[in-house]
Each structure stands twice: as structure tokens, then as C-alpha cells.
């Protein structure tokens, strides 16, 4: 089924691979070989039915009784996720979030490395962050399009999100990982996730007694 017509699926079983991924590289760090949908559930405290029926829309993955081979599902989901490849990522916003991310080793060890940093301060535009050198915003667009750079992340203050964010569209960016806490508008075609740390622990504040 992966090859053809691409499947339409939801944003909840593309939300979920990740993380089947990441617990498959887990299990392959310990030389763990096959998985059941059982197993795999109870780790992740995900229906193991779910599991099963989330990697059924893309193909027969698994064998009645054996369960699931561990490196072929691995690659299986990083050619679904498109992860078999380099995806270089635009990061724009220098300041405290966006300096810490570009040092984050795990995404720099990644498939989606920050491959260019940008800011709109002076005094920011060439530091070297990174292994990278900060850029600045007069040839954004040019800059991302000569990179091949389709997913961008925001680490801008919130009144200036959308502003960077409809720059990062008109240079062909179609996924945008924003860190500001403002939504941002976006053509249909471009796809925005959202990190907000205060939402999430304001979020857990309603269960404090
Ligand atoms: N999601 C989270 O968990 C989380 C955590 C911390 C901060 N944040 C948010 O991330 C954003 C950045 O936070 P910070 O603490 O790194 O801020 P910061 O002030 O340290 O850095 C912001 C940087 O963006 C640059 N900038 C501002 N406008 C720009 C523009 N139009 N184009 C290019 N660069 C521009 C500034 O020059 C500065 O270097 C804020 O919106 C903040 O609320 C989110």
C-alpha cells in the first residue's frame, strides 16, 4: 500500500508513529527482534487493536502469531513518515528557545537537523550557533528554497509568529513547528504543530487538589 496512492490518513495515526518509532528503536537498541501489537500496547499504554489497525492502513507489517519484525517496522515507519531521507530545517528565532533546540543533540544527530538559523537582530545575525552561523531575514525566502528546506520552526516572540510564519509559506515551507504562543494562519496545504510548555503545565494545574 505504500506504494500508489497515498493513503488519507488522520493526524492522530500520524501523531502516533512517532512514537511507535521511537519505542521500536528502543527495542532495537536492546536487540529486541519481533514485537506483538500486545506487547507494543502495553508499553505505551496504547489498544493494542489501535496499533495494529494505525499500521494496517499502510500495509501488512506483521504475521498472525510472531508479531511484528522489529527493524523492518523501523523501516517501514521512517519510509512512511518519510524519514528515509534528510528533511534540513529552518529554525528562526536565536534567542534562549531557539539556541537551546539547535544544540538539542538528539534532533542534531536526526533526519530533520536545523540546517539554517535565522534572526532579525544585528546583533545576533552572524553567531555561531551550532556548527551553523546565524542569518538574517533579508533573504530568508532565497536562503530556505536554495536549502531545499520544506519545515520550519518558530522561536519568535508571540506578536511576531505570524509575520515569520507567512514568510516561512511564501518560501515553501509546509510544516511549521511553532514554539510562540499565537496561533497562527495558515494556507490548507501547510500544516502547524504546536509546542506551548505554560498551556500543557496550566493544563496539569486543573488536576491539583
Ligand atoms: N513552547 C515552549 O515550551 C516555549 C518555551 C519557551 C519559550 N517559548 C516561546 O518561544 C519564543 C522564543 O522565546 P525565547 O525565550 O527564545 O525568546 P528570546 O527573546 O530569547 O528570542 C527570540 C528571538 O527571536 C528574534 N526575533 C524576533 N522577531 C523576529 C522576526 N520577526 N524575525 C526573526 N527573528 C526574530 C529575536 O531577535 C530573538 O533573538 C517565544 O514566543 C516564547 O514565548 C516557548
Given at each position: 500500500?505504500?506504494?500508489?496512492?497515498?493513503?488519507?490518513?488522520?493526524?492522530?495515526?500520524?501523531?502516533?508513529?512517532?512514537?511507535?518509532?521511537?519505542?521500536?528503536?528502543?527495542?532495537?537498541?536492546?536487540?529486541?527482534?519481533?514485537v506483538?501489537?500486545?506487547?507494543?500496547?502495553?508499553?505505551?499504554?496504547?489498544?493494542?487493536?489501535?496499533?495494529?489497525?494505525?499500521?494496517?492502513?499502510?500495509?501488512?507489517?506483521?504475521?498472525?502469531?510472531?508479531?511484528?519484525?522489529?527493524?523492518?517496522?523501523?523501516?517501514?515507519?521512517?519510509?512512511?513518515?518519510?524519514?528515509?531521507?534528510?528533511?534540513?530545517?529552518?529554525l528562526?528565532?536565536?534567542?534562549?528557545?531557539?539556541?537551546?533546540?539547535?544544540?538539542?543533540?538528539?534532533?542534531?544527530?536526526?533526519?530533520?537537523?536545523?540546517?539554517?538559523?535565522?534572526?532579525?537582530?544585528?546583533?545576533?545575525?552572524?553567531?555561531?550557533?551550532?556548527?551553523?552561523?546565524?542569518?538574517?531575514?533579508?533573504?530568508?525566502?532565497?536562503?530556505?528554497?536554495?536549502q531545499?528546506?520544506?519545515?520550519?520552526?518558530?522561536a519568535?516572540?508571540?506578536?511576531?509568529?505570524?509575520?515569520?510564519?507567512?514568510?516561512?509559506?511564501?518560501?515553501?515551507?509546509?510544516?511549521?513547528?511553532?514554539?510562540?504562543?499565537?496561533?497562527?494562519?495558515?494556507?490548507?496545504?501547510?500544516?502547524?504543530?504546536?509546542?506551548?510548555?505554560?498551556?500543557?503545565?496550566?493544563?496539569?494545574a486543573?488536576?491539583?487538589?
Amino acid at each position: 500500500m505504500l506504494q500508489g496512492k497515498t493513503p488519507v490518513v488522520s493526524q492522530a495515526v500520524v501523531r502516533r508513529l512517532p512514537i511507535y518509532l521511537r519505542y521500536l528503536q528502543q527495542l532495537q537498541a536492546r536487540e529486541v527482534d519481533t514485537v506483538s501489537s500486545q506487547e507494543m500496547g502495553r508499553d505505551l499504554d496504547i489498544n493494542p487493536a489501535q496499533i495494529r489497525k494505525d499500521l494496517a492502513y499502510f500495509g501488512e507489517f506483521g504475521r498472525k502469531g510472531i508479531g511484528y519484525h522489529v527493524p523492518y517496522l523501523i523501516e517501514k515507519i521512517r519510509q512512511i513518515l518519510k524519514l528515509d531521507r534528510n528533511l534540513p530545517v529552518a529554525l528562526v528565532g536565536a534567542g534562549h528557545l531557539g539556541i537551546a533546540l539547535s544544540n538539542y543533540s538528539r534532533l542534531r544527530r536526526s533526519e530533520l537537523a536545523i540546517a539554517a538559523i535565522f534572526d532579525k537582530d544585528p546583533r545576533k545575525i552572524g553567531l555561531a550557533v551550532a556548527g551553523l552561523t546565524v542569518q538574517g531575514m533579508d533573504d530568508f525566502e532565497t536562503r530556505v528554497r536554495e536549502q531545499g528546506i520544506r519545515i520550519g520552526i518558530v522561536a519568535v516572540p508571540a506578536p511576531e509568529a505570524q509575520a515569520v510564519a507567512n514568510r516561512m509559506v511564501e518560501a515553501g515551507i509546509v510544516g511549521i513547528l511553532n514554539f510562540a504562543p499565537a496561533t497562527l494562519r495558515t494556507p490548507p496545504t501547510v500544516h502547524v504543530r504546536y509546542s506551548d510548555v505554560t498551556s500543557e503545565l496550566q493544563a496539569l494545574a486543573y488536576y491539583v487538589r
